[in-house]
């Protein structure tokens, strides 16, 4: 997710810890390689669970998305990294990911964990984790916390079935595409968004979702100023046109309701529809009638009469 500027001190440059003096310590004897997919705390420190603890003690090298945020990381959690700190982050994944596979095919144990959250999951790890698997090397998970759990859970909304669709598209054009292809999700959606781009985007959902879809606002999860704002998305376009929002932030809106199935009569055009592009009466009503939700003998006795 994006993240608010900090106001710690200032902290060595990103790749300063790759160059660090010793080399790579001695791995486990006679242990397999094994890369570990680490989640770190959301925002409260007192979230990161004792494996992970262990991990970032034990391991071999801690591949980190941000070398400046774990360094804070460790520092709150009083422990020391023994292992290489390797920066890794979207810029350079490419270059740096077979050097990573290499070690660990060299019996290395490779943690990897982003800024905030499980890696890969809309942060860095996915190419690590692509290329782990076809060269048949182990990759585990150490579980943690989780904004896109954290921000459903505490929306309101259904959480039986939802679908996470991270950032949305910067431009108008794209942005609004996508939100077309969501239109009848029925899912509640999960979306993550930079406070400078809130505003903009609570507008598109308002416009393409309508105003009274469900949706709730969580900003800073887990943090001192932790704050949920729930309501309509033409409640939550207001507070936003309104108020400075600062910090990170994950938007939840709630799925498309179930359409009204109508009247037979209303669905014949589309039945035509079909039988114009060369599919069969008995499978174009078939088609037509489970999507929208009608009787297909009444649907097919419909299509009849208006011929």
Not at 15 to 42: H, Q
Not at 169 to 174: F, L
Request: include cysteine; aromatic fraction near 4%; hydrophobic fraction near 40%.
């Amino acid at each position: 997710m994006d993240h608010e500027p900090s106001t710690s001190p200032q902290l060595p440059p990103d790749d300063a810890y790759d160059s660090a003096p010793g080399g790579l310590p001695a791995a486990a004897a006679g242990g397999p390689g094994r890369i570990v997919l680490a989640a770190t705390p959301i925002g409260n420190a007192g979230d990161a669970s004792a494996r992970l603890v262990e991990l970032l003690t034990t391991a071999d090298i801690v591949a980190a998305e941000d070398t400046r945020r774990l360094h804070r990381l460790v520092q709150n959690l009083g422990i020391t990294v023994a292992g290489r700190i390797i920066s890794y982050h979207e810029h350079n994944e490419a270059a740096k990911t077979g050097e990573l596979l290499d070690q660990v095919r060299a019996g290395k144990t490779l943690v990897m964990v982003t800024d905030a959250g499980m890696p890969s999951v809309s942060d860095p790890g996915f190419r690590l984790v692509e290329g782990a698997v076809a060269a048949g090397l182990t990759v585990t998970a150490a579980p943690g916390p989780s904004a896109v759990l954290t921000a459903l859970a505490l929306s309101g909304l259904p959480t039986d079935r939802f679908c996470f669709e991270g950032f949305l598209p910067r431009k108008a054009g794209e942005r609004s595409s996508r939100l077309a292809d969501l239109d009848t999700e029925r899912r509640t959606m999960v979306f993550f968004e930079a406070p400078h781009r809130l505003e903009p985007m609570l507008r598109a959902l308002h416009e393409r979702f309508g105003a009274d879809r469900r949706a709730a606002v969580c900003r800073e999860l887990t943090k001192t100023y932790e704050e949920v704002i729930r309501g309509t998305l033409r409640d939550l376009l207001r507070w936003a046109e309104t108020n400075e929002v600062r910090g990170e932030i994950a938007v939840v809106v709630g799925g498309a309701p179930e359409r009204e199935p109508g009247r037979p009569e209303d669905h014949v055009a589309a039945v035509n529809g079909l039988i114009s592009q060369g599919i069969r009466l008995k499978e174009a009503v078939a088609a037509v009638a489970e999507d929208a939700k009608v009787s297909k003998r009444e649907l097919y006795s419909a299509v009849l009469a208006a011929r």
